[in-house]
């Protein structure tokens, strides 16, 4: 489309012919560059020259066309031609005997001329009102009249003649062209000058006019002569016979001498004249083609090279535009030496704006692709900056030692999984959205992931689609209005039981892709990560099954062990949700607080070893028995030790502490404070609110009401026995004593 827009724009520029001068500029050096002369043409240009009183003893006068026209008739010339005029009678005797040798010749063309400049055409005849010659008397007796008008360009240079001029119902050829033609001895202008067909229509011009090639100095040498040395018969013998000879002034500011600005600077009339009837004997013609033809080749020009530029690169279209401009002119060269003017500047101007839309082109892709590289590296730092805050590792505030919580342990990061892969994936692949599909049997489908602007509600649709063409590989196209424009229907894993279906919606260019849909050779890219994303997918919920199976083993051996001594393992639920709500409150990590919840089953895991006769007794325990019962937090603890497993570790240290109490009346080491670790201080809280709120063989369960109030009781007795410790303690620092 922008092949099309740009070639059309020259087109109408073209059209309006701003660029003339610059292509008529061209045309000058094409013309001084192709201009070749092997051959001696039949012609001769006798020109009355600044030397001939000196030459002859006495001044011109029209007595010496006598002479000159006796020597031409004696030397048996075929056609003479004269560049001037004789526009009256000056002197009758001399004059008289001038216009019987022009009647006696029947060689002689004489010229006319419109003085005013001429710019009606009809067909192909020039029109003009008026028209100066010379006398009746020379005019009657001549064999044929010719024009010597030409025409001028916008930059004030001659270099085309009308082939005819017309005034009332008189036509006249152009004057050479006529000498050509009776040379040739041909009865229409057309048989020697092949530009017409029958005088009506234009092969190549429609104008009625014809481009000349202008004579250089080294040409024009070879067929000049001096008048006066021929009267003095100063020429080569036979060097008039049959060739057509043309006459003129050649003495600037002299009568009847013209000065004509051509392509190769200031001629004379009578040269000028004779470069048309070089061109026309040589048959070395001017052909400029036709504007309509020229359209047509600029359009398909601009198609093809616009095509090729836009997908060269910067560097690729600059030597395109070098070569193409090269090839260009010398293309426009060799046709030049064959006879044909081929308008160049559109075509350079077309492939100097391929060029530049190439640059603009090459320079919004690249801002398309920076802003995608950008908006794809966005989504990937994104996903990196959850990765990594999930990662980023935590000390374990409620396990002794240098213990650093890592991430890659987190639940939360498997679960995500799945996302980050399709994210990471789609941004990659310059994809706005995409799912994964387990096809069963029939219609029906497991979804394993997706991202993006697709609902689950669009699955079905989508599946249904897919399902409905029988393809395996389907690549669709929509609509721009609508919400999915493209969307590629890919099988990652195909078996004859079931299949893994990838489905991405609305592709854009990307750094492995520049297309702005999907394509053939999108896929197997896209089937290869898409096999790399199902496998990490899977590994992700391998994991979620690992642990899960780790956190149903605890489960169900923590309840095994509380059937012992509880009527339903209800407990280790409560305890658990307890302790996980405390912990989060008091500002613990979500890492931590799911490690409390999973490990708080095993608090009591030390029961194991404790007889039933002391665990179930429904009475008061003796010393004795209450000195067995409070060792099981170090039977636990030594149960539970030595594990890799951070929930282990973190079970180890709540069963070991979970019956210390702030005031150092617990077990079993009467640990007081902060010296109980956080985690045996938040089950013990969990476990004994717990006990209060519960069932047991030998008390009630306490109102809810009736255990929060003792709960508050004991901890704003903690807070005032720190606080007053605190005073103390700032007393004696007051004091300058030391602690």
Not at 144 to 158: A, E, F, M, P, R
Not at 328 to 336: A, E, N, P, V
Not at 355 to 376: D, G, H, P, W
Not at 429 to 442: N, P, Q, V, Y
Request: with cysteine; glycine share 6%.
């Amino acid at each position: 489309m922008l092949t099309v827009i740009v070639s059309l724009t020259v087109l109408s520029v073209f059209s309006k012919k701003p660029f003339e001068k610059a292509e008529l500029t061209f045309y000058d050096w094409r013309l001084k560059k192709s201009f070749r002369d092997k051959t001696l043409l039949p012609f001769v240009v006798i020109g009355i020259t600044q030397n001939f009183e000196k030459v002859a003893g006495e001044p011109f006068s029209r007595k010496h066309f006598t002479e000159i026209l006796k020597v031409l008739e004696r030397e048996s010339a075929s056609v003479i031609g004269f560049d001037i005029f004789f526009p009256q009678i000056t002197d009758k005797t001399i004059d008289s005997e001038f216009i019987e040798e022009i009647k006696k010749s029947q060689k002689v063309v004489l010229p006319v001329f419109s003085p005013v400049r001429i710019s009606k055409i009809e067909g192909i005849f020039y029109l003009t009102d008026e028209i100066r010659s010379s006398t009746p008397e020379f005019n009657n007796v001549a064999l044929s009249l010719g024009h010597i008008n030409t025409l001028i360009d916008s930059d004030q240079v001659i270099r085309r003649v009308p082939v005819f001029i017309k005034t009332n119902d008189s036509v006249y050829p152009q004057i050479s062209l006529e000498m050509a033609r009776i040379y040739k001895k041909e009865k229409k202008i057309s048989s020697i000058y092949p530009l017409f067909d029958d005088n009506r229509a234009s092969i190549f011009r429609s104008d009625g006019s014809i481009y000349v090639k202008p004579l250089p100095s080294e040409t024009i040498e070879r067929y000049f002569i001096p008048f006066e040395d021929v009267l003095e018969g100063r020429y080569p013998k036979d060097h008039f016979k049959n060739k057509a000879v043309i006459i003129g002034q050649t003495i600037v500011g002299a009568k009847n001498a013209d000065l004509i600005p051509t392509p190769l600077g200031t001629q004379f009339g009578i040269i000028f004249q004779a470069a048309v009837l070089h061109n026309a004997l040589s048959g070395n013609y001017i052909h400029r083609l036709k504007p309509s033809f020229i359209s047509v080749v600029i359009l398909a020009t601009g198609v093809i090279t616009g095509l090729i530029f836009l997908s060269s690169g910067v560097i690729g279209s600059t030597f395109l535009l070098i070569v193409l401009s090269a090839l260009l002119i010398f293309f426009s060269l060799y046709l030049m030496r064959n006879g044909i003017f081929l308008d160049t500047i559109p075509f350079l101007i077309l492939f100097f704006s391929m060029y530049l839309c190439s640059l603009i082109y090459s320079l919004v892709n690249a801002l398309r692709k920076l802003f995608q590289k950008e908006e794809t590296l966005k989504v990937i730092h994104q996903v990196e900056a959850e990765i990594t805050d999930t990662l980023n590792p935590s000390e374990i505030t409620g396990l002794s030692g240098e213990i650093l919580f890592s991430g890659i342990e987190e639940e939360a990061l498997i679960k995500q999984t799945p996302v980050f892969t399709m994210r990471t994936l789609l941004a990659s692949l310059g994809i706005e959205a995409g799912a994964f599909i387990h096809t069963l049997s029939s219609k029906k489908y497991q979804i394993i992931t997706l991202y993006g602007e697709i609902l689950p509600e669009d699955i079905e649709k989508l599946v249904d689609e897919y399902l409905g063409e029988k393809k395996d590989i389907l690549i669709k196209s929509r609509g721009s209005s609508e919400k999915i424009h493209n969307l590629l229907f890919l099988p990652v894993i195909s078996l004859p039981t079931f299949k893994i279906l990838g489905i991405f919606i609305n592709k854009r260019p990307s750094f492995f892709s520049r297309t702005q849909s999907f394509s053939h050779d999108d896929i197997p890219l896209i089937q290869t990560l898409s096999l790399q994303a199902i496998l990490a997918i899977q590994n992700s919920r391998l994991n979620l099954a690992l642990k899960e199976t780790q956190r149903e083993s605890i489960f169900r051996l923590s309840v095994a062990i509380e059937y012992r001594d509880r009527e339903t393992g209800i407990h280790i639920h409560r305890v658990s949700a307890y302790a996980a709500l405390i912990a989060e409150k008091i500002g613990l990590s979500s890492s931590e607080v799911d490690l409390i919840r999973n490990a708080m089953p095993l608090h009591d895991i030390g029961k194991i070893a404790i007889p039933d006769y002391i665990l179930l007794k429904p009475g008061k325990l003796t010393p004795q028995e209450r000195e067995i019962i409070e060792q099981h937090p170090v039977i636990g603890a030594k149960m539970l030790e030595g594990s890799n497993s951070l929930i282990l570790k973190a079970a180890e240290s709540i069963a070991l502490y979970h019956h210390e109490r702030y005031d150092g009346s617990g077990y079993p080491f009467h640990l007081k404070g902060n010296s109980i670790p956080i985690y045996g201080r938040i089950a013990a809280i969990a476990d004994v609110f717990d006990a209060m709120t519960s069932q047991r063989i030998y008390k009630a369960p306490a109102e809810m009401e009736e255990a929060l109030s003792m709960l508050k009781r004991v901890l704003s007795y903690l807070v005032w026995s720190n606080f007053c410790k605190f005073l103390k303690y700032k007393e004696l620092e007051k004091n300058g004593s030391s602690r």
